[in-house]
């Protein structure tokens, strides 16, 4: 009887150490998915604060501004829309669209690919990649006569998303349930009267 009691003594005890090392092994899978999670959220507010850099560097900042005052006229010149249309090397010192739209795309990429949080990018700057999917898209249009639709398909992509976004949020995306401050317009009046 004592070997039997030392037996399922041994029994219990072993029973025992596999429940506590199963609890070991579940926390530790908590912990470390608590870590990939923080990673992530780490690497994506890392790509975000990059796109905001790169947003804000002179040379995208120029090419934003001849998208807005200068490429409408350029492309009612044939010749300027030929560079476009045919296949090779666009250059961007001569075409700065590219740019816009090389930035644009690359950005799309790393949507597409959740590298950065899709809603997150959406509600900081669905307004202007729906701006300049708009001033582009016929840019866009000339670049794919040669080179397939698959020419700037990240760019589309986004406004994709962002026009839906607009369509979800059209005045913005302010939590619903959060009060709103009164904003005085106080130049309004003088600015009406001008």
């Not at 666009?90 to 949080?117: Q, Y």
Request: glycine share 6%; hydrophobic share 45%.
């Amino acid at each position: 009887m004592t070997v039997m009691l030392g037996s399922q003594f041994f029994d219990v005890l072993n029973a025992s150490v596999q429940v506590a090392t199963l609890l070991v092994f579940g926390g530790t899978a908590v912990a470390a998915l608590a870590q990939i999670r923080h990673l992530r959220a780490s690497n994506e507010l890392d790509a975000l604060l990059r796109i905001t850099e790169q947003l804000r560097a002179d040379e995208l900042q120029a090419a934003f501004r001849y998208v807005e005052t200068e490429l409408e006229s350029k492309l009612a010149d044939p010749a300027y829309r030929a560079e476009l249309g045919r296949r090779g090397f666009v250059d961007a010192r001569t075409h700065p669209e590219m740019t816009v739209c090389n930035w644009f795309n690359e950005v799309g990429t790393l949507v597409k690919n959740r590298l950065i949080d899709e809603r997150t990018f959406l509600d900081l700057f669905s307004r202007l990649v729906t701006y300049y999917w708009g001033r582009l898209e016929g840019t866009i249009a000339l670049l794919r006569r040669e080179r397939g639709p698959g020419q700037y398909e990240n760019f589309e992509y986004l406004a994709m998303l962002a026009l839906a976004w607009r369509d979800r949020h059209p005045n913005g995306a302010y939590p619903p349930r959060a009060k709103r401050l009164q904003i005085a317009d106080v130049w309004k009046e003088p600015d009406t009267d001008a």
